[in-house]
């Protein structure tokens, strides 16, 4: 084709059914509902999403008005010991990209007053952001050092159980929704959003007006690896919120920062360097849903940070900003189809739970019910049950695990409830102290089981169990006689199914005592009942519960075989 017909060919329009048509033709039979995504906020995700899919027009609008100005603060939180090396750290890191002051009270520091004087010099040149304190941290004293006349240039948000701030800092907002907590515990953003909403609904009602509360209130989400989802969670709270203030009178209702951090349910201990990659793709989804506020956790928070691993954090972020330069636009993903649905859609459910919220009474009389915690109980069970039967992947946790030694210590690092990896942990802590001696047991020819065994080995390799492989063998009494010499604990038969049912009787039957002995794959109740009645410990198969198969492997090794317990 010449450049001349290349740049006057044209193609006909096709709508959404066409497409339909032809990708029902190349899934050769298969339903065309294979091709739809359930989540746990019981959206469908579809295959393609194109214009006439969307109606609801107004919402970039709302959105766009919402965010009020395109870019967000890069808020890195120092990990020190006491006041002076929170100064240090602090000065440091702004030098270096950072753009606020970040302190998390869960962790109280001893602060001396020279510390405090410096840090009253810089709350009224950079944000500051206070979360998880009370009335007695030590660090609130620093607000009365700064001089009347200075505290309107203090900005920021803080929250102090119990507690309020010294007169004159108007521009520090006090009043929060803090969704964090939930989120660990099991929350979708459906759960998130309409908690969000009814818990400022709740607070709301103690102000004259929506104005005077609104210009108090700010909210905190975490941001999960579920990426578009979590873009189009933040891009809801500003629509739910705009609804929120109308409902209470308002014609044009202000802005509100929306603050957000990296999840840690998603973080684990095992193979930490993924975290990096999650909070890269945690911290990317805030800033394309239009975050106002954003800390980075270090891959290794939870075992204890590093100077390199708190630069690794900051600079995910600085990335972001200066080489992307989306901090010069406004609502990024606005325009997608796919990402206005899944917003529309997360508004209309969340609105819902809202209502329902209300309807018991408001936020605290449903919390105080039970409902919450039976909601997000069951979210927390659903998200476990997918990361161990795999349908959840947490790399180089459940799958894709590196064998390498761990740090599973917590003593430098911080505890996080939720954490999806825990059960992993604990099971690799137990291998980590003492082995089985295991061995991939193949039988037949290379290209029919080095699937399969290498499925065998990538799925005992997340409970901290190495294996080796065996002799390839062509009958059962070849591979009795190599394992009566090699003082073996634990092995798996690995073959096709076809050789598995020829050799297994035999094996079972001349082993030595006290090896336990796995098969790969699944197999009929009859076959798999009379191998488990002459001695098989059992199976390993794709799907399967991979937390409940090593605990047995653990128990039926050296602890009690009827433990059901990690």
Same mark, same amino acid.
């Given at each position: 084709?010449?450049?001349?017909?290349?740049?006057?060919?044209?193609?006909?329009?096709?709508?959404?059914?066409?497409?339909?048509?032809?990708?029902?033709?190349?899934?050769?039979?298969?339903?065309?509902?294979?091709?739809?995504?359930?989540?746990?906020?019981?959206?469908?995700?579809?295959?393609?999403?194109?214009?006439?899919?969307?109606?609801?027009?107004?919402?970039?609008?709302?959105?766009?008005?919402?965010?009020?100005?395109?870019?967000?603060?890069?808020?890195?939180?120092?990990?020190?010991?006491?006041?002076?090396?929170?100064?240090?750290?602090?000065?440091?890191?702004?030098?270096?990209?950072?753009?606020?002051?970040?302190?998390?009270?869960?962790?109280?520091?001893?602060?001396?007053?020279?510390?405090?004087?410096?840090?009253?010099?810089?709350?009224?040149?950079?944000?500051?952001?206070?979360?998880?304190?009370?009335?007695?941290?030590?660090?609130?004293?620093?607000?009365?050092?700064?001089?009347?006349?200075?505290?309107?240039?203090?900005?920021?948000?803080?929250?102090?159980?119990?507690?309020?701030?010294?007169?004159?800092?108007?521009?520090?907002?006090?009043?929060?929704?803090?969704?964090?907590?939930?989120?660990?515990?099991?929350?979708?953003?459906?759960?998130?959003?309409?908690?969000?909403?009814?818990?400022?609904?709740?607070?709301?009602?103690?102000?004259?007006?929506?104005?005077?509360?609104?210009?108090?209130?700010?909210?905190?989400?975490?941001?999960?690896?579920?990426?578009?989802?979590?873009?189009?969670?933040?891009?809801?709270f500003r629509v739910l919120w705009n609804a929120l203030g109308k409902s209470f009178g308002e014609t044009k209702v202000a802005h509100?920062?929306?603050?957000?951090?990296t999840s840690l349910r998603t973080y684990s201990k095992l193979d930490p360097y993924v975290n990096l990659l999650r909070a890269g793709?945690?911290?990317?989804?805030?800033?394309?849903?239009?975050?106002?506020?954003?800390?980075?956790?270090?891959?290794?928070?939870?075992?204890?940070?590093?100077?390199?691993?708190?630069?690794?954090?900051?600079?995910?972020?600085?990335?972001?900003?200066?080489?992307?330069?989306?901090?010069?636009?406004?609502?990024?993903?606005?325009?997608?189809?796919?990402?206005?649905?899944?917003?529309?859609?997360?508004?209309?459910?969340?609105?819902?739970?809202?209502?329902?919220?209300?309807?018991?009474?408001?936020?605290? %009389?449903?919390? !105080?019910?039970?409902?919450? *915690?039976?909601?997000?109980?069951? +979210? &927390?069970? /659903?998200?476990?049950? #997918?990361?161990?039967?795999?349908?959840?992947?947490?790399?180089?946790?459940?799958?894709?695990?590196?064998? %390498?030694?761990? !740090?599973?210590?917590?003593? *430098?690092?911080?505890?996080?409830? +939720? &954490?999806? /990896?825990?059960?992993? #942990?604990?099971?690799?802590?137990?291998?980590?102290?003492?082995?089985?001696?295991?061995?991939?047991?193949?039988?037949?020819?290379?290209?029919?089981?080095?699937?399969?065994?290498?499925?065998?080995?990538?799925?005992?390799?997340?409970?901290?169990?190495?294996?080796?492989?065996?002799?390839?063998?062509?009958?059962?009494?070849?591979?009795?006689?190599?394992?009566?010499?090699?003082?073996?604990?634990?092995?798996?038969?690995?073959?096709?199914?076809?050789?598995?049912?020829?050799?297994?009787?035999?094996?079972?039957?001349?082993?030595?005592?006290?090896?336990?002995?796995?098969?790969?794959?699944?197999?009929?109740?009859?076959?798999?009942?009379?191998?488990?009645?002459?001695?098989?410990?059992?199976?390993?198969?794709?799907?399967?519960?991979?937390?409940?198969?090593?605990?047995?492997?653990?128990?039926?090794?050296?602890?009690?075989?009827?433990?059901?317990?990690?």
């Amino acid at each position: 084709m010449t450049i001349h017909k290349m740049k006057s060919t044209s193609f006909e329009d096709v709508d959404y059914l066409e497409w339909k048509e032809v990708a029902v033709k190349s899934l050769r039979g298969k339903p065309f509902e294979e091709l739809i995504t359930k989540t746990p906020e019981g959206i469908d995700l579809q295959p393609i999403y194109v214009e006439e899919q969307f109606h609801n027009t107004n919402t970039i609008a709302t959105i766009r008005e919402a965010k009020h100005q395109p870019g967000w603060i890069v808020a890195q939180q120092p990990y020190a010991t006491d006041g002076q090396s929170f100064i240090t750290e602090l000065t440091r890191s702004i030098e270096r990209g950072n753009e606020a002051i970040v302190y998390d009270g869960a962790h109280q520091l001893e602060w001396d007053e020279k510390s405090l004087e410096n840090l009253a010099k810089l709350i009224t040149s950079y944000p500051i952001f206070i979360t998880n304190t009370n009335q007695n941290d030590q660090l609130l004293k620093v607000f009365d050092l700064v001089a009347m006349e200075d505290r309107s240039k203090a900005r920021g948000a803080v929250e102090i159980s119990g507690g309020i701030l010294p007169e004159g800092y108007s521009n520090v907002r006090t009043i929060s929704a803090d969704i964090r907590i939930a989120h660990l515990n099991g929350a979708d953003a459906v759960t998130e959003l309409a908690l969000a909403i009814a818990e400022g609904a709740e607070k709301a009602v103690h102000y004259q007006t929506f104005r005077e509360f609104n210009d108090q209130f700010f909210v905190r989400f975490a941001v999960d690896t579920h990426f578009f989802m979590e873009i189009a969670k933040i891009r809801a709270f500003r629509v739910l919120w705009n609804a929120l203030g109308k409902s209470f009178g308002e014609t044009k209702v202000a802005h509100i920062p929306i603050l957000t951090e990296t999840s840690l349910r998603t973080y684990s201990k095992l193979d930490p360097y993924v975290n990096l990659l999650r909070a890269g793709n945690e911290a990317f989804s805030a800033v394309l849903g239009g975050a106002d506020v954003i800390t980075v956790h270090p891959h290794d928070v939870l075992t204890g940070v590093t100077p390199a691993s708190v630069r690794y954090a900051r600079n995910v972020q600085l990335v972001i900003k200066n080489e992307t330069l989306v901090d010069k636009v406004l609502d990024p993903s606005g325009g997608s189809y796919f990402i206005d649905t899944l917003t529309d859609e997360l508004v209309e459910k969340a609105w819902d739970l809202f209502v329902e919220i209300d309807a018991t009474g408001g936020y605290q %009389a449903y919390v !105080n019910s039970g409902e919450l *915690d039976q909601r997000l109980k069951a +979210g &927390r069970i /659903a998200r476990a049950e #997918e990361v161990a039967n795999g349908e959840k992947s947490l790399i180089g946790t459940n799958i894709y695990a590196d064998l %390498a030694t761990s !740090n599973l210590n917590v003593d *430098d690092g911080i505890e996080a409830e +939720g &954490r999806l /990896a825990e059960p992993f #942990e604990l099971i690799r802590s137990y291998f980590q102290e003492e082995q089985p001696k295991t061995v991939i047991v193949p039988f037949g020819e290379l290209k029919d089981i080095k699937p399969r065994a290498d499925f065998v080995s990538g799925f005992l390799a997340t409970g901290g169990i190495h294996s080796a492989w065996s002799p390839r063998f062509k009958n059962a009494q070849e591979a009795i006689e190599w394992i009566k010499n090699e003082k073996l604990d634990y092995i798996v038969v690995c073959a096709k199914p076809e050789l598995t049912k020829e050799v297994m009787t035999d094996l079972l039957q001349g082993l030595p005592d006290g090896i336990l002995i796995d098969v790969a794959g699944k197999y009929e109740a009859e076959v798999s009942g009379k191998w488990l009645v002459n001695g098989l410990t059992g199976f390993i198969f794709s799907g399967q519960d991979k937390i409940a198969k090593l605990t047995e492997i653990k128990n039926s090794w050296k602890g009690d075989p009827n433990d059901e317990k990690a």
